[in-house]
Structure formats: structure tokens, C-alpha cells
């Protein structure tokens, strides 16, 4: 059974820092790598993808891959409130290509 | 303008009934997907389509079926045999099975 793992949460950071969140997948042969926002009450926002191992940088997020590790994160610099979301990673597994999701972590970013 | 189109946004369904959640995409994607949030949890596959005219069971198909008549709309009918049909359906597409995939905006089905 492929798994993708994560902290349910909450995470909090006050407004301003660095918000680190983090997941791990027990596929060594998953090869692409998603980062999902999901507000409360609505539909998944793909944020990031990551595909090689290193940083890959938009704007305050940075997706970070070390495949040797099975390890992906999502760091989201100078967190904002409207930063608080449940934040989905989805691994790319299996022939036919599909997502599979972690449960998701809950941030939270007080003023 | 293009994207998903998932309807109705919140749906109750009485008990042994059949009820039908659309969804409609006009971004000219090949593979559409249908998921399942329950609250606290991720996404679940529950059918999922590459080409019309064909689609796979996914991880929790069981008490749900879906037809792929055409290639912008991917229907999912929830059948009495779903007994805990509460949740968040969530419909996605992609173009291919590398590239990235698109959600709707969601139906909240309960049950009364």
C-alpha cells in the first residue's frame, strides 16, 4: 500500500515567519511531487510541483526534494493569515500515474 | 473562460436513493477524476477516466458507478448501496497522466 504521510497539525507560526511543513511517501519510485492548499469549505489549489531533487522557489514558497530520503517539504516565507489553510502533499505513484494524497497539515498563521 | 465545473455545490440524499453529482470541464483535458474527503482526511479515488468511453475503479469504488459519454463530462452517481455517502466529492482533470491536475469546486452531500 502506497503512503503518503504527514503531520495532521495544527501548525502555527506567528505572522511573519517561516512556516516549514513536511511529508514523507513510502514509493522510492514516485516521481513527481505536489503541494495543495485547501481553505476550508473549498476545492484543493495547486500551489507548487517539484519533480527533481534540490529547491524549486515561487515567490514565498520554496518545495524542497530529497528523494534518497523519501522526503518532500513545503517552507512558505513571511507567513501571512491568509496563509491559514490545510496544506495537501500528493505523490505520483503507480502505472497509471495517479495522486496519492497525505490527510493534510493544518497551518495556522496568527497576527 | 476555462475550468471545472462541479453541480450542485451542496446535495442531500434521502435514504435509498440514487443521486447524481455533474461535472463538466472545458479545458479540453483527457483523464478526469473523481475523490472523496471526508473531514480530517485526504483525498480518496474513488473512479477515474483517461479516455471516453472508459474508466478504472479506484481505491473506494464500491456503492458508487460513473459513465465517460463524452469527453467533458464525467458523472458519478452515489447508489443506495453507499452507506456512508456523507463528504466533501471532489472532480479533477489533467491532460495526461504527467501533468498536473485541476479540481472543481466541490458538492457536499449529507444525507437526511
Known amino acids: 500500500q502506497k503512503e503518503v504521510e504527514q503531520n495532521s497539525g495544527p501548525l502555527s507560526v506567528p505572522e511573519g515567519a517561516i512556516a516549514s511543513l513536511n511529508c514523507t511517501y513510502s514509493?522510492?519510485?514516485?516521481?513527481?511531487f505536489f503541494w495543495y492548499r485547501q481553505y476550508s469549505g473549498k476545492s484543493p489549489e495547486l500551489i507548487m510541483f517539484i519533480y527533481s531533487n534540490g529547491d524549486k522557489e515561487d515567490g514565498r514558497f520554496t518545495a524542497q526534494l530529497n528523494k534518497a530520503s523519501q522526503y518532500v517539504s513545503l517552507l512558505i516565507r513571511d507567513s501571512q493569515p491568509s496563509d491559514s489553510a490545510t496544506y495537501l502533499c500528493a505523490v505520483r505513484g503507480g502505472s497509471q500515474g495517479n495522486l496519492i494524497f497525505g490527510k493534510g497539515t493544518k497551518l495556522s498563521v496568527k497576527p | 473562460d476555462g475550468g471545472i465545473t462541479q453541480s450542485p455545490k451542496y446535495l442531500f440524499r434521502k435514504e435509498g436513493q440514487n443521486v447524481t453529482l455533474s461535472c463538466e470541464q472545458n479545458?479540453?483535458?483527457?483523464?478526469m477524476y473523481w475523490y472523496r474527503q471526508d473531514p480530517g482526511q485526504g483525498l480518496r479515488l474513488i473512479y477515474y477516466s483517461q479516455i471516453v468511453n472508459d474508466f478504472q475503479k479506484g481505491d473506494i469504488a464500491e456503492g458508487y458507478s460513473v459513465s465517460r459519454e463524452k469527453k467533458e463530462s464525467f458523472p458519478l452517481t452515489v447508489t443506495s448501496a453507499q452507506k456512508n455517502p456523507t463528504a466533501f466529492y471532489l472532480c479533477?482533470?489533467?491532460?495526461?497522466?504527467?501533468?498536473?491536475?485541476?479540481f472543481g469546486s466541490g458538492t457536499q452531500l449529507s444525507v437526511l
Open positions: 479545458l479540453n483535458h483527457d483523464a
Open positions: 514509493d522510492r519510485g514516485s516521481q513527481s
Open positions: 479533477a482533470s489533467r491532460q495526461g497522466i504527467y501533468e498536473k491536475l485541476f
